[in-house]
């Protein structure tokens, strides 16, 4: 299994989501958060010299079974790539476990999409 973080712009978490809704991975982890990369915030030439120094951001995190790391990774640069400085960043790490706490399944039973009572 694999999670799966990504830091896109606020705005672009729809389209992402939709992408994930189509190929059956609906569910997802997701804070507003503050940050800046290369292009450093914003500044601002206002009479006290104003700096802005993190822009919002969006982090989703999923965790994913192994065979569907690639769609999902698919689907989260088409849905948040716009082609300018600030698009984000995707990060994937290895999960060794995980468990479901209602059912106590465990390993990828626990992050399957598939709905189990």
Same mark, same amino acid.
């Given at each position: 299994?694999?999670?799966?973080?990504?830091?896109? *712009?606020?705005?672009?978490?729809?389209?992402?989501?939709? *992408?994930?809704?189509?190929?059956?991975?609906?569910?997802?982890?997701?804070?507003?958060?503050?940050?800046?990369? *290369?292009?450093?915030?914003?500044?601002?030439?206002?009479?006290?010299?104003?700096?802005?120094?993190?822009?919002?951001?969006?982090?989703?995190?999923?965790?994913?079974?192994?065979?569907?790391?690639?769609?999902?990774?698919?689907?989260?640069?088409?849905?948040?790539?716009?082609?300018?400085?600030?698009?984000?960043?995707?990060?994937?790490?290895?999960?060794?476990?995980?468990?479901?706490?209602?059912?106590?399944?465990?390993?990828? *039973?626990?992050?399957?999409?598939?709905?189990?009572?």
């Amino acid at each position: 299994m694999f999670k799966i973080e990504a830091i896109i *712009r606020p705005e672009r978490l729809e389209p992402v989501q939709l *992408r994930l809704r189509k190929i059956g991975y609906p569910g997802m982890t997701v804070t507003d958060m503050e940050g800046h990369g *290369r292009q450093k915030g914003l500044h601002s030439d206002w009479p006290e010299g104003l700096r802005v120094n993190f822009l919002p951001k969006t982090k989703m995190e999923i965790v994913v079974e192994n065979k569907d790391k690639a769609k999902v990774l698919k689907a989260i640069l088409l849905g948040a790539r716009t082609g300018e400085p600030g698009d984000g960043k995707i990060f994937i790490s290895e999960v060794k476990d995980a468990i479901r706490i209602r059912t106590g399944e465990r390993g990828a *039973r626990a992050v399957s999409k598939k709905v189990r009572d």
